[in-house]
């Protein structure tokens, strides 16, 4: 009954930004925690970002400076800024959220929103 849902993804040209959000709705539920991963085609799936619900954020030491997560407790929602944007950060982006459901914690997945960006 609990989802994920994703957007904000598109095209866009080098140089730009775009804004991702991934939204958690559905029974009563506290969100833990989550993180942004991303898979460009032939590559491994790598993290981008991850925050917690007090909002302390770890990024991937290439993307420092230019990507940022942020969180909103009271819509259940999380954010990935993405800013100056290359062509290398092409990729299909993937939320994942740890929430508190009734008397479980347990770990959702979006459904991925492609990035596509043009040099």
């Known amino acids: 009954q609990v989802q994920l849902v994703e957007s904000g993804g598109g095209l866009v040209q080098a140089g730009g930004s775009l804004r991702l959000s991934c939204a958690a709705s559905g029974r009563t539920f506290s969100m833990i925690a989550a993180t942004w991963y991303r898979q460009a085609p032939g590559k491994e799936r790598d993290l981008v970002a991850s925050i917690t619900r007090g909002g302390s954020t770890n990024y991937a030491d290439s993307l420092k400076g230019r990507f940022t997560m942020s969180i909103d407790s009271a819509k259940n929602t999380v954010y990935l800024q993405m800013n100056s944007l290359k062509p290398d950060d092409t990729a299909v982006y993937y939320c994942?959220?740890?929430?508190?459901?009734?008397?479980?914690?347990?770990?959702?997945w979006g459904q991925g929103t492609q990035v596509t960006v043009s040099s």
């Open positions: 994942n959220a740890e929430l508190f459901v009734g008397p479980n914690i347990r770990n959702y």
